[in-house]
């Protein structure tokens, strides 16, 4: 089974922080994604990647950046966390096939607080 | 613009009663579908996809979902539901293989006894 584990379920933060939000699949996926998940807008994608070192923009980049050093492991940063980076943040890993066709495989989410 | 739209955000079904979940996109062609799940305090889980073909597809957990181009929609349905499927219901759309995916807001099933 493919496994995507995020490194926290749960994660408080103050305002002007630098936060990292770690993310690791098990499966030797080509894809990852990083998407935010709020009450009544469903989820959002931020940024995804393709290959290792390679990132593109989502629907709503602002605020955030992403790190991909290695292939099974895709980073989120907020350079400085405000509050209404305040979410669930989701992560994912697909095959690589097509982003369009392929299954995505979800992390159990992190729920970020900004004080 | 692209949408995905879900018009019902909570639907409350009694257990063993049918379920039918609504989606709606705005493509020109048909794009590619997909129904996931998320259960409480957990990731999302693909129930199932439609690319081409047969527009009844069956998918995980006895469900089904019908594709219908006139009425540009993607419904999911379950003939008898169980206490288990209480969870957010998400229908996403791609427009092509190479496009990320739009996810609907979601609609949260509640089931009672």
């Known amino acids: 089974d493919v496994k995507v584990t995020q490194s926290s379920r749960y994660l408080v933060k103050r305002t002007g922080e630098k936060v990292f939000l770690e993310c690791v699949q098990d499966?030797?996926?080509?894809?990852m994604f990083w998407y935010r998940q709020d009450p009544g807008l469903g989820l959002r994608l931020i940024y995804f990647?393709?290959?290792?070192?390679?990132?593109e923009k989502g629907d709503i980049p602002e605020g955030y950046s992403v790190s991909r050093e290695k292939k099974e492991r895709f980073s989120l940063i907020l350079e400085s966390a405000s509050t209404n980076q305040t979410s669930m943040y989701l992560c994912?890993?697909?095959?690589?096939?097509?982003?369009?066709?392929?299954?995505?495989?979800f992390g159990p989410g992190t729920r970020l607080t900004v004080l | 613009a692209q949408s995905v739209t879900q018009p019902d955000i909570h639907i409350t079904v009694s257990e063993g009663a049918s379920l039918e979940l609504r989606c709606n996109y705005s493509?020109?062609?048909?794009?590619?579908l997909f129904w996931y799940v998320q259960s409480p305090g957990q990731g999302l889980q693909l129930l199932l996809k439609?690319?081409?073909?047969?527009?009844l597809v069956q998918g995980i957990k006895g469900f089904e979902a019908e594709f219908k181009r006139s009425q540009s929609s993607f419904n999911l349905r379950k003939p008898s539901v169980h206490w288990s499927d209480a969870a957010e219901y998400f229908c996403?759309?791609?427009?092509?293989?190479?496009?990320?995916?739009?996810f609907g807001k979601g609609t949260m099933l509640l089931v009672s006894p």
């Open positions: 439609y690319f081409s073909g047969d527009t």
């Open positions: 493509y020109g062609a048909t794009p590619y």
């Open positions: 990647s393709y290959d290792v070192k390679m990132k």
């Open positions: 994912a890993s697909s095959l690589g096939q097509g982003v369009g066709t392929d299954t995505q495989y």
């Open positions: 996403a759309v791609a427009p092509t293989g190479y496009s990320t995916l739009t």
């Open positions: 499966m030797d996926h080509e894809n």
